[in-house]
């Protein structure tokens, strides 16, 4: 079964530092999601990419945060300093254009210290 | 009023129980219903779409309310691995999912 590949599966990283999360979407997929849950809460949207840009983004997703798609094949998100509240699963998850449900990767833990 | 909501849980049932999830959302331009589950620190899956008609995978049963706005999810027989927190997941007219908090099952031996 096809597969959304996140690297890496966790990452430590200093308050103030830029952190890049990757993300291998399925290959025929079409539109591109960033997700976050801070342990014991629930899963929140950040935003999502569709033909090379981002079409809708949450109150979460800053100046701070951006995405790119660099090669077609890569989905990655940045954040440029991190903050302590920042810490939290990160799900990158792709679909196709035909149905509405999402495939999550594995997630990066990210930890901000 | 919260997107969606969900029972708050948890749900300890023992093994051949019939258990089920109830969940609200507030957005009645919502266009797309799903369960997902999630087990501890894993991704969430896709466990069923929700069709306005109603719709049974297995052991496994999902029905939508529009005029209440209200999704249920019903488990038979439940097994030790049915074990997981159950989302309730909505996308309104763009293309975001909204989760709910979750309800976690555990099934007891």
């Known amino acids: 079964e096809p597969e959304v590949t996140q690297t890496p599966s966790h990452q430590v990283t200093q308050m103030g530092q830029e952190v890049i999360l990757r993300c291998v979407p399925i290959s025929n997929h079409l539109y591109f999601y960033w997700y976050r849950q801070i342990l014991g809460q629930k899963v929140e949207f950040l935003v999502s990419f569709y033909n090379n840009e981002i079409s809708e983004k949450s109150e979460i997703f800053d100046d701070q945060f951006s995405v790119e798609r660099p090669d077609g094949s890569n989905f990655t998100l940045k954040i440029r300093s991190t903050k302590l509240e920042d810490s939290a699963m990160y799900f990158c998850?792709?679909?196709?254009?035909?149905?509405?449900?999402?495939?999550f990767g594995s997630g990066t833990r990210l930890t901000v210290v | 009023r919260k997107e969606v909501e969900q029972d708050p849980g948890p749900f300890n049932v023992p093994e051949g129980a019939t258990v089920a999830f109830n969940c609200t959302y507030s957005n009645s331009a919502s266009q797309s219903f799903f369960w997902y589950r999630q087990d501890c620190r894993k991704e969430p899956k896709l466990l069923m779409s929700?069709?306005?008609s109603g719709n049974e995978d297995g052991r496994f049963t999902a029905q939508l309310n529009r005029a209440s706005q209200y999704i249920s999810l019903l488990i038979r027989d439940s097994k030790l691995s049915d074990s997981a927190t159950y989302l309730c997941?909505?996308?309104?007219?763009?293309?975001?999912?909204?989760f709910g908090p979750g309800t976690r099952l555990s099934v007891l031996p």
């Open positions: 929700v069709y306005s």
């Open positions: 998850a792709s679909r196709d254009g035909l149905t509405y449900g999402y495939t």
């Open positions: 997941v909505v996308r309104g007219y763009g293309q975001n999912f909204v």
